[in-house]
């Protein structure tokens, strides 16, 4: 029996191992920052459905903007520094 996949070792081995290398990681990145603001732009209650609460995918949505935000800033001043 072949083994699946996690999630995880998809989204890394299609980041890491790519046809097209390091864009690869640019794409996935900003696709999760398209979709990330396109959910929370959305109210929870707009969000629910009967597998997922709304409150938590608008929740995932938020903390994919933020940790984008705080990556993104951290390797703005981290360019910064070596400049």
Do not use: I
Not at 14 to 24: E, F, I, K, P, Q
Not at 30 to 38: H, I, K, N, Q
Not at 49 to 73: I, M, R
Request: with cysteine.
């Amino acid at each position: 029996m072949s083994h699946r996949k996690t999630n995880v070792e998809f989204v890394v081995e299609l980041m890491a191992y790519s046809v097209h290398g390091a864009l690869m990681q640019a794409f996935v990145l900003e696709a999760l920052g398209r979709y990330a603001r396109t959910v929370a732009s959305r109210t929870p209650q707009e969000l629910d459905t009967p597998l997922v609460s709304g409150q938590a995918w608008h929740g995932c949505a938020v903390e994919v903007q933020q940790k984008l935000a705080e990556w993104l800033d951290s390797d703005s001043a981290a360019r910064s520094r070596t400049s």
